[in-house]
């Protein structure tokens, strides 16, 4: 057990331990099911027993995430007690992407009901699978699997914690998260709205960018928290690799990755993290040092709370935003019949209780129960000073820790000096790693971008993924979860990994991360290391 | 004198147009049928009933109410007879509540929060407009029914009004302030939650003064000062409406609606000063224009915290307070608290203990009743909306709003007795009635008089007075005649006109009224004539009324007046008798009764009484009185 289970563990109550430690029933399939499947990709739109043939190169097909609207098609979630619910308007991101790339809408993706979960597994429609009985990552596994299939140019997800990035490591796929608000939100199903980020899954780096290159200057007025038209101009001219982008950006074909440092995070570097994606990784900055680029170890020292805080800030959001499935206006109400069972209930609490309990008791799954359980605790009178408020300081360390390795500043973050410069937030070397180099007097060598792996393990077999216990799922998280709570761009590619006896699966994600902003540039580079990879 | 409207406001500051950039961009609303709301009927269990009757009577979002137990319900209409019952049986009678605001020994303290609704054309968070008794469900965004997938849209043009309530109440606006969702399950909210502002308001530390005229208890003398914790914005929910059954019906109109919450600090400690505080408030929210209705159209509700300590020991902590929700009137919040004291006091007489509850009040009971106890209160779980930005009000709108507010009703009451020496009670009720329309009704005819008078208004100081003194009662009597069907309502806009009764219309009547050129009785009957539209339906203005109808007082000459004296005192010798000896007191009686004979004798509509009355004590003097002696 490494440190990082260790110091989550301790944060949770011991009497909400127990009572979150909930029967796992095995996995459920709808019994009238029109879908017979193997991989479970789908919950709406094609049908897996007749899949169609490929795309031919002419046709983009859009996949979309089962929480992200699209008029026409039922939005559920994955969830029972969405069944057969549909939004009203279609996601601005969809729209945008089939009107600017004249794609077609092909169906919509299987998930973690609500997006809570790292396997796809936690769903009424079936466990996603690409390779067979193995995890296919989650939350986004049904977009993942439909891009691994090949039915599916390119496909929409959303990524909480990693839930991209995942899927896209687990089905030997492209996974990519852009900065916080960069796409838009409108249309998408909140899981926690603070760390929701729309992101696209395909087989190369290619059709992302082109979709990123012809979204990124949109500001959705729908959505509070697209960034104005004005931050963005102003982000873009401090950046590189954009079409709007005043500088001639270095040719990656011909100067290979000259002039550009990785970082490698010490502290990524767990127990948990199997031998053979330790390798895959290191061979990936080998090949990096062979196009011309550096590779340091950087220290990110507050990543051993970042999963803490991440389970304490996505929760307490959950569990607001999934009040609205009451039974009254949306989510599925409980029969009648079982209702009338409790309604004997003379206490005035068991009131409410009638109304609600029942309709919430049925129509969420063990996994969306849990964390509803976890964030009202951690918001409530007693529990948020300690877990909420110090969760979001937590958040604030981690993006500091970023903004300190990073070359480029962050351009939310207002210039103490007022006068433009580049000058970095100093290291406090009291809390850093001592294993990192100096580069001067003034601290260790800052990065371009932070190479690390996107899970900790090849994709679980679902037997040993029913076995496990919440924490040590929690725990695939690791990685994936620092991004997200500081809103920072990052890309999974896939990396090959060294034969093994034991394990057939020969290949692993290996995630690049990049400063608020870069996208453009983390994509080339991404783009670039996945071409010499190959 | 003017105000400048919200409305009008809202469209010349920020750039002359609110910017509809980012969060405020215009997006069609959807028109949502009410056959759509109705998809999912809100049916409730039997056991949610009193739940209901709550809720149906709640207009302002009150965090849901957790039931009362179903034991404790008793219909209201069965309660008030048991009450009635008991209180006769008890040979009980209600202490007048003047004479009931301290207990010896035991000393109130009292807090109040006040909702008030903003005067603002939209939602909070929504681009749907707001809407008083329109179509049901006809005015509703996807996030008011908070529609999975869609995200709340701040419209910046509802902090115009509510920047001018906390200026009004002399508050801190804070240049940064942020929205929480407070939680609980109530099918009024389809969130699941409200929005509000717990953490960050808006507005902090203001105050009060609260004088005598007020209407505060006489135990606090010359005034005090209520201190203003905060004032916060928040959103109001969904309208029950009860049917026949076990059916609700669910109006979406008003979720969203915004609202402000102002919170007072625990300085009260009489009760009727705690209803003259909500009535003040309500005063200076309708004075700056900020809030859309009073009490008593349900656009403003109280809750009050009550807690009760011993005076004995000075260093003896405030006592468990209870809160007592939706209070809809003044005389229900000093009721309430008179109510809730007593109670307090007699539970620790006995040695009980209070308990940290919340309690309701029904309009003309005796007795809180219990709610929830502190075991049912709601965990709100407050949290910061991570959809919405900070809200960061610049200190040049600030500055703006504070050189615009005009002047506040203080000031005013000041003016209405210095200026024009009305009493405090007439310039109070001037500034309070018709939510301020009727005192802008006085300024205008206040202009229109000094128009036609053409001197200073100290010169013509009576004709004001007249004047104040028909806009409050002369123009009450108009609606009040129960056996005139016409619309009992003087029709009165904010701009400070009249539909019923223009201001020239009135002008005209005073200044005829006040210059002798009409009687008394004319000038009533031709405010009449105006009210029911006769002027300028039949008559052009009202001189050509009294043209026409020949209404001029042509008034007796001084001969004519001494002749019908000499009539009046004929055969009167008795009464004339009674003049002679007038050292030890005026026989004011008698002459009133001369004065009679000649309004009877003479043709009335041309007599002034005042003026007869006048030639009759002269001539009693010099004429009739010395010819008693020859």
């Keep these: ?534 | 004198m003017s105000r400048v409207p919200t409305a009008a406001l809202s469209k010349y500051l920020l750039q002359g147009q609110v910017s509809r950039q980012g969060c405020l961009r215009l997006t069609r609303t959807p028109q949502i049928s009410a056959r759509a709301i109705a998809l999912r009927p809100a049916i409730v269990s039997s056991h949610s009933r009193n739940l209901h009757t709550q809720t149906t009577e709640t207009p302002l979002s009150t965090p849901s109410p957790a039931p009362a137990a179903p034991s404790n319900h008793v219909p209201l209409r069965k309660q008030l007879k048991d009450e009635a019952k008991k209180a006769k049986a008890a040979g009980k009678k209600k202490k007048k509540n003047a004479t009931n605001q301290v207990v010896p020994g035991w000393e109130l303290t009292v807090g109040i929060e006040i909702h008030a609704q903003l005067n603002t054309a939209r939602k909070l968070f929504s681009e749907a407009t707001t809407s008083f008794n329109d179509e049901s469900n006809s005015h509703v965004a996807y996030f008011d029914l908070a529609t999975p997938g869609s995200q709340p849209h701040f419209q910046k043009e509802t902090l115009i009004p509510a920047l001018r309530a906390a200026l009004a109440l002399n508050c801190d606006i804070q240049p940064v302030s942020r929205f929480d969702r407070k939680h609980y399950f109530h099918w009024d909210q389809p969130s699941g939650y409200q929005i509000t502002q717990y953490y960050e308001p808006f507005a902090r530390e203001g105050r009060i003064i609260l004088q005598p005229r007020d209407g505060i208890a006489a135990e606090d003398g010359d005034g005090l000062a209520v201190r203003i914790q905060q004032v916060q914005m928040e959103q109001d929910t969904a309208k029950t409406m009860a049917q026949p059954g076990e059916t609700h019906w669910i109006d979406f109109n008003r979720t969203g609606v915004p609202l402000i919450e102002i919170i007072t600090r625990p300085d009260i400690h009489h009760p009727a000063t705690a209803a003259a505080l909500v009535r003040k408030v309500q005063i200076l929210l309708n004075a700056v224009d900020a809030c859309v209705s009073g009490m008593e159209a349900g656009g403003l509700r109280a809750d009050v915290n009550v807690s009760v300590r011993r005076t004995d020991d000075p260093n003896t902590p405030l006592g468990t307070r209870t809160e007592i929700k939706n209070l809809s009137s003044f005389k229900a919040v000093e009721d309430a608290i008179i109510a809730e004291r007593d109670r307090q006091i007699a539970v620790l007489e006995a040695g009980g203990v209070i308990e940290g509850e919340t309690r309701g009040w029904s309009i003309g009971s005796t007795e809180t009743r219990r709610l929830r106890g502190k075991e049912g209160e709601v965990d709100y779980r407050y949290m910061p909306d991570p959809d919405l930005l900070p809200v960061v009000i610049g200190d040049d709108l600030v500055s703006h709003l504070r050189n615009s507010m005009g002047q506040l009703p203080d000031a005013e009451v000041d003016e209405l007795t210095e200026v024009f020496g009305l009493t405090a009670k007439d310039a109070l009720s001037l500034v309070a009635l018709d939510s301020g329309a009727r005192v802008e009704y006085f300024w205008r005819v206040v202009e229109s008089l000094q128009s036609k008078l053409d001197s200073s208004i100290a010169e013509n100081l009576a004709c004001f007075q007249m004047a104040a003194n028909w806009i409050l009662h002369e123009l009450g009597r108009l609606t009040s005649n129960p056996h005139d069907g016409s619309a009992q309502d003087l029709g009165f806009t904010s701009d400070g006109e009249c539909r019923r009764v223009p201001v020239d219309s009135l002008a005209d009547i005073i200044v005829f009224l006040y210059q002798h050129k009409i009687t008394t009785k004319v000038a009533k009957e031709l405010l009449w004539v105006v009210y029911r539209g006769n002027v300028p339906e039949q008559y052009s203005s009202v001189t050509d009324a009294i043209e026409t109808e020949n209404m001029w007082f042509n008034e007796l000459s001084e001969q004519e007046y001494a002749e019908l004296a000499d009539q009046a005192v004929e055969d009167q010798e008795d009464i004339v008798g009674q003049f002679v000896d007038t050292s030890r007191q005026y026989p004011q009686g008698k002459l009133m009764f001369l004065v009679g004979r000649m309004m009877r004798l003479g043709s009335e509509e041309r007599i002034d009484p005042k003026n007869a009355e006048s030639v009759m004590r002269r001539l009693l003097e010099e004429k009739y009185v010395p010819a008693l002696g020859r």
């Design chain 1, 1 to 534: 057990m490494s440190t990082h289970v260790r110091h989550f563990r301790s944060k949770i109550p011991s009497g909400v331990l127990c009572s979150l430690r909930l029967r796992r029933t095995p996995p459920l399939r709808l019994a009238s099911s029109s879908l017979p499947t193997r991989t479970n990709a789908f919950i709406a739109g094609v049908d897996e027993a007749s899949l169609p043939p490929p795309p031919d190169a002419s046709q983009i097909r859009l996949a979309v995430k089962d929480n992200i609207a699209a008029q026409g098609l039922p939005t559920t979630c994955a969830s029972r007690i969405l069944t057969g619910h549909e939004v009203p308007f279609t996601a601005t991101i969809v729209a945008q992407i089939e009107q600017l790339l004249g794609a077609e809408l092909w169906g919509k993706t299987n998930m973690d009901e609500f997006g809570m979960g790292t396997h796809s597994t936690n769903t009424p429609y079936g466990s996603v699978n690409l390779l067979e009985g193995r995890s296919a990552g989650g939350s986004s596994g049904g977009s993942a699997v439909a891009v691994g299939l090949g039915q599916a140019t390119v496909a929409l997800g959303t990524d909480t914690g990693g839930s991209i990035r995942m899927p896209a490591a687990y089905t030997n796929t492209v996974g990519f998260k852009p900065s916080y608000g960069m796409l838009s939100r409108w249309g998408v199903v909140p899981y926690a709205n603070s760390l929701d980020t729309v992101g696209l899954i395909a087989k190369e780096v290619a059709p992302i960018q082109e979709i990123i290159h012809a979204v990124c200057m949109d500001h959705d007025p729908k959505d509070p928290t697209s960034l104005p038209a004005t931050v963005r101009e102003r982000c873009v001219a401090e950046r590189q690799y954009y079409p709007s982008s005043r500088r001639t950006p270095p040719d990656l074909q011909s100067q290979g990755l000259r002039g550009l440092t990785f970082g490698l995070p010490i502290e990524y570097n767990i127990e948990e993290l199997s031998p053979r994606i330790k390798e895959g990784w290191m061979q990936v900055a080998d090949k990096i040092k062979e196009q011309g680029g550096r590779v340091v170890p950087v220290s990110l020292p507050s990543t051993k709370s970042a999963l803490s805080a991440y389970y304490v800030i996505a929760p307490a959001e959950a569990a607001s935003n999934l009040s609205k499935y009451d039974g009254i206006r949306y989510g599925k109400r409980a029969s009648a019949s079982a209702s009338a069972e409790d309604s004997d209930t003379t206490s005035s609490d068991a009131l409410n209780g009638i109304l609600y309990a029942k309709t919430r008791g049925e129509g969420f799954g063990p996994e969306v129960k849990r964390r509803i359980l976890l964030g009202s605790y951690t918001l409530s009178s007693e529990a948020v000073d300690n877990y909420f408020k110090q969760a979001q300081r937590v958040r604030r360390l981690v993006r500091r820790d970023f903004d300190r390795v990073f070359r480029l500043s962050n351009p939310l973050l207002e210039n103490e000096h007022g006068d433009g410069s580049d000058e970095q937030q100093q290291f406090d070397l009291s809390d850093m790693d001592e294993s990192v180099p100096l580069e001067s007097k003034l601290g260790p060598t800052q990065i371009d971008f932070l190479l690390c792996p996107t899970a900790p393990t090849t994709p679980p077999k679902l037997n040993d993924v029913a076995k496990q216990t919440p924490f040590d799922s929690y725990m695939n998280d690791v990685f994936t979860v620092p991004a997200s709570l500081a809103g920072l761009p990052a890309i999974s590619i896939p990396m090959a990994l060294p034969k093994s006896e034991e394990d057939p699966v020969d290949f692993g994600g290996v995630q690049l991360i990049g400063q608020f902003w870069d996208d453009a540039r983390l994509l080339a580079v991404a783009g670039h290391v996945r071409s010499k990879q190959q």
